[in-house]
């Protein structure tokens, strides 16, 4: 099956800083890439995605790249604010639903 | 278009017990998946069920089961509930199966929380 790491699992970064979080995954069957977002009492929720045939893409303050050769990819959060503070899951999917153990990112104001 | 639906929200069951949980998936929506969350564990992966087959399953026993309906709704079982089951467990529909090509985002109901007394 697949092992999924995920690295930092707490990460506290001052308001404005940039937060980075790598998700390493071992079944070259994945294609598809998602990070979500967990706030406190809610539901994980999509926030950027990435598909095995793009090396990067970005969403205003987010991005995601990947690197299917090494297989790992990683979220990039730059001028964090307090309400990004979350649990954040990498989910690399090939022919399974995998989530890694999860990054608990607080901002400090 | 109405989310994805989880009951019950809360229940408290004791040692012994079994629980059944349901989950109706996003219209149109075929895939549900259901994970176990525990403080600290993450989202552990239980089963996967696409047009009424369990396409895959987790490393959890045979204590945890499920199924689907012609509806796509699916129900997850427990049976001889132990403490250790006390978690808060996630359903997630998407529109087609881990493995396709098209696999896409996961949308997630707002979870049961189980608590075995």
């Known amino acids: 099956g697949e092992n999924v790491e995920q690295h930092p699992s707490t990460l506290s970064v001052q308001e404005g800083d940039s937060a980075v979080i790598k998700c390493t995954y071992s079944?070259?069957?994945?294609?598809?890439f998602p990070w979500y977002k967990q706030e406190l009492g809610k539901r994980p929720q999509l926030i950027i995605d990435?598909?095995?045939?793009?090396g990067e893409k970005k969403d205003q303050r987010i991005a995601v790249t990947l690197n299917k050769t090494a297989k790992h990819f990683s979220l990039h959060i730059t001028e964090t604010q307090p309400e990004d503070s979350a649990v954040y899951f990498c989910?690399?999917?090939?022919?399974?639903?995998?989530f890694g153990t999860g990054t608990s990112l607080t901002v400090i104001p | 278009k109405a989310g994805v639906t989880q009951t019950p929200r809360y229940l408290i069951k004791t040692r012994g017990q079994q629980v059944t949980l349901s989950c109706s998936p996003i219209?149109?929506?075929?895939?549900v998946s259901w994970y176990q969350q525990t403080p600290g564990q993450g989202l552990q992966f239980l089963f996967e069920?696409?047009?009424?087959?369990?396409?895959n399953k987790g490393n959890f026993p045979g204590r945890f089961s499920g199924r689907q309906f012609s509806n796509s709704r699916s129900e997850m079982n427990v049976s001889t509930l132990e403490l250790g089951d006390s978690a808060l467990y996630l359903c997630?529909?998407?529109?087609?199966?881990?493995?396709?090509?098209?696999?896409?985002?996961?949308?997630f109901g707002e979870g049961s929380r189980l608590t075995v007394l």
């Open positions: 997630a529909s998407s529109l087609e199966v881990a493995g396709a090509l098209n696999t896409g985002e996961l949308f």
């Open positions: 079944d070259s069957a994945s294609n598809y």
């Open positions: 990435i598909r095995s045939n793009v």
């Open positions: 989910a690399p999917t090939g022919n399974q639903f995998y």
């Open positions: 219209s149109g929506h075929r895939s």
């Open positions: 069920y696409f047009s009424e087959t369990q396409r």
